[in-house]
């Protein structure tokens, strides 16, 4: 896998050498007491903040890695626009390198101004929360149902790789949350209709979940469609059905954007992470 190329407009540093050698030695500082991390964040909020990503690094040690979670954060920082360096962690040598710095956690976590965090929900609602406008976007959805609607896909991926080729059954509920997801893009949302207009609008037109702009939801769902795509098509032959026209406009219009092409990783690295659970299969 090539080492990965951002454009020129992405807010960030990629740093891929050794994480022990980007681990600042006041940023690992882990006896610092709450109080102490809470008041350095009052004192930075008028200033550009340090934010450090850490995420799973892919099997050369060094490049992205299959982790939809680290890709949804680096999704959440792009899109909010603010600057932020990513560093790339080797699980292999994971329990070394992060001894000091976060002991028994796993990619995704993050450094705010020095202070950990390392819960991804936490994380996700931390950032919303904080970075807030008027300096940066807030990325909610209006629609509660466009974060409920692709909830249950992932978890029917698995049942369904990790049962092929004797699947059907798994596939069949597959495809019924590709119909529900598929059905909800279709559909206009109360945002679309113009009740003063006497068009009636019966296909949504809009180009993510949410509307027309990527939302959290986006970001917590694409990085899975991302995996189900590939890892479904290496190991099970299955493509997304060619009839659900509003999941292919969605990843068509998704994969346009910077935000979530830049950051999915290689699909070697994702063949690679389900390699050991298609040879488990029966």
């Known amino acids: 896998m090539p080492r990965p190329s951002f454009p020129a407009s992405l ?34 909020s008028d200033k550009e903040p340090i934010i450090e990503l850490f995420i799973k690094a892919g099997h050369d040690g060094e490049n992205v890695g299959n982790c939809p979670f680290c890709q949804s954060l680096f999704m959440v920082l792009w899109l909010k626009g603010v600057k ?5 962690v080797d699980m292999r040598k994971k329990p070394e390198e992060l001894k000091d710095l976060a002991p028994g956690t796993n990619p995704p976590f993050l450094l705010y101004n020095g202070a950990l965090k390392t819960d991804f929900i936490k994380i996700e609602e931390f950032l919303e ?9 807030h990325l909610s959805p209006l629609n509660k149902e466009s974060f409920d609607v692709g909830a249950d896909i ?20 597959l495809l019924r949350e590709f119909k529900r997801l598929d059905i909800y893009l279709n559909t206009p949302l109360p945002e679309e ?9 019966t296909v949504s037109k809009r180009k993510y979940l949410d ?13 899975k469609l991302h995996v189900i795509k590939v890892a479904a098509k290496k190991y099970c032959h299955f493509d997304i059905p060619s009839h659900f026209a509003g999941v292919h406009r969605y990843l068509q ?11 999915c990783p290689a699909d070697i690295e994702i063949e690679k992470a389900y390699l050991s659970v298609a040879n488990r299969r029966s």
């Open 84 to 88: 932020f360096t990513v560093t790339t």
């Open 211 to 223: 509307g027309n702009r990527l939302t959290l939801a986006d970001c917590n769902l694409l990085p």
């Open 11 to 44: 807010p960030l540093t990629l740093k891929v050498s050794s994480l022990r050698e980007q681990i600042p030695k006041e940023s690992a500082q882990a006896s610092a007491s709450s109080h102490t991390k809470e008041m350095a964040l009052r004192q930075n």
């Open 154 to 173: 992932f978890a029917k991926f698995s049942a369904f790789i990790k049962n092929s080729p004797n699947n059907s059954i798994q596939e069949q509920a």
């Open 253 to 263: 219009n998704a994969y346009e954007r910077e935000e979530f092409s830049q950051t």
């Open 129 to 137: 929360t904080t970075l807030a406008p008027p300096r940066y976007p």
């Open 193 to 201: 209709i113009d009740h003063n207009s006497r068009e009636n609008i």
